[in-house]
């Protein structure tokens, strides 16, 4: 039986607390891809290799932006926004449904926040993050 993808959040580490990134539409689960090395000798009937540690990985998304208070975004928007201009990593967490139960945690830059409009659509921002690190999963 499959399982609805409702309920999966990305979340983002503001103090001491995880708070989910309201507003993402779509979102890929961190993994990152590990390259092969070539092991082929002389003596191989087939290329052989063995698999190299994982490669930092960069997850998109959009969002749909939230307006928060002081003319600044929601709590988890405004944090990327503010991590994309220092340059900081910050600690994320991708949770995946409860019939899953598995979430993901990370740190990351912010590549890339670049909020857009359009005549007929909400307010959007195209958002780029770019792990720093290992991910462990629970």
């Known amino acids: 039986m499959a399982v ?5 959040q990305l979340k983002v580490k503001i103090g001491e607390t995880y708070v989910a990134i309201p507003g993402i539409a779509s979102i890929s ?14 003596d191989s009937a ?3 290799h063995i698999v190299d540690i994982p490669d930092s990985f960069d997850l998109s998304f959009e969002i749909n932006l939230t307006p928060g208070t002081g003319g600044q975004y929601q709590e988890a928007q405004q944090a990327l926004e503010d991590a994309y201009e220092s340059g900081d990593a910050l600690e994320f967490q991708a949770a995946l449904p409860a019939a899953f139960g598995s979430t ?12 857009k409009a359009a005549v007929g659509t909400q307010m959007k921002a ?3 993050i770019s792990s720093t690190g290992d991910v462990t999963r629970a």
């Open 4 to 8: 609805h993808s409702k309920g999966t």
């Open 29 to 42: 689960i961190p993994a990152g891809q590990r390259a092969k090395i070539d092991t082929t000798t002389l």
């Open 46 to 48: 087939r290329k052989e």
């Open 104 to 115: 993901y945690s990370f740190a990351a830059t912010v590549s890339l926040f670049q909020p």
């Open 126 to 128: 195209d958002v780029t």
